[in-house]
Antibody, heavy 114, light 110 residues
Framework: QLQLVQSGAEVKKPGSSVKVSCKAS????????LNWVRQAPGQGLEWTGG????????THAQVFQGRVTIYVDESTNTAYMEVRSLRHEDTAIYYC???????WGQGTLVTVSS | QSALTQTPSASGSPGQSVTISCTGT?????????VSWYQQKPGKAPRLMIY???ERPSGVPDRFSGSKSGNTASLTVSGLQPDDEADYYC??????????FGTGTRVTVL
């Protein structure tokens, strides 16, 4: 059974960067694929990007073009999502999920505040 | 990619059925078998309830069912129970390895 455990909450200033991690156990991202989904306070779910299984193709939602990097460290079975040039509106809970969205991490709150 | 459109709220009494709709376009819901539904309770991560339009993951009660017609997908919860009270989101594959979520529906059990 795949389990995903994410890193802890972060507080960042506008213009800075944040890197959120997601460690998998019971399976590999190479087999399952990976998605990142965020949820702003009181708002709905928003797909931000992911990596496809097998071929490992990285893709991002258009709203994040150029500001997001998603990658997997296969040696530690840990996925990362880095968001650069943070804006106040990037404040959200960031979830990692398997490629099929059937397994989810517990979420990481990223607060962007000056 | 615009969010899929869901009615903001739905409600029903215990034992009744409630149906939630999710409207997209011919580029996402209308073009894909990869339409899913998620249940989210306060402070928790979403839980997959339906995938590939009408398939249930192991452990999801058969009271939950999905369907699709054209650009609109639907989730029906039959035999409504108090524990079904939650926010429900749809999602669809939108091509080019992209996904889009719905705006969410809050289901209240009266």
């Amino acid at each position: 059974q795949l389990q995903l455990v994410q890193s802890g909450a972060e507080v960042k200033k506008p213009g800075s960067s944040v890197k959120v991690s997601c460690k998998a156990s019971g399976g590999s991202f190479n087999s399952y694929g990976l998605n990142w989904v965020r949820q702003a306070p009181g708002q709905g779910l928003e797909w931000t990007g992911g990596i496809t299984p097998i071929f490992g193709i990285e893709t991002h939602a258009q709203v994040f073009q150029g500001r997001v990097t998603i990658y997997v460290d296969e040696s530690t079975n840990t996925a990362y999502m880095e968001v650069r040039s943070l804006r106040h509106e990037d404040t959200a809970i960031y979830y990692c999920a398997s490629g099929a969205f059937d397994h989810w991490g517990q979420g990481t709150l990223v607060t962007v505040s000056s | 990619q615009s969010a899929l459109t869901q009615t903001p709220s739905a409600s029903g009494s215990p034992g009744q059925s409630v149906t939630i709709s999710c409207t997209g376009t011919s580029s996402d819901v209308g073009a894909s078998k990869h339409v899913s539904w998620y249940q989210q309770k306060p402070g928790k991560a979403p839980r997959l309830m339906i995938y590939e339009v009408n398939e249930r993951p192991s452990g999801v009660p058969d009271r939950f069912s999905g369907s699709k017609s054209g650009n609109t997908a639907s989730l029906t919860v039959s035999g409504l129970q108090p524990d079904d009270e939650a926010d429900y989101y749809c999602s669809s594959y939108a091509g080019s390895n992209d996904y889009v979520f719905g705006t969410g529906t809050r289901v209240t059990v009266l």
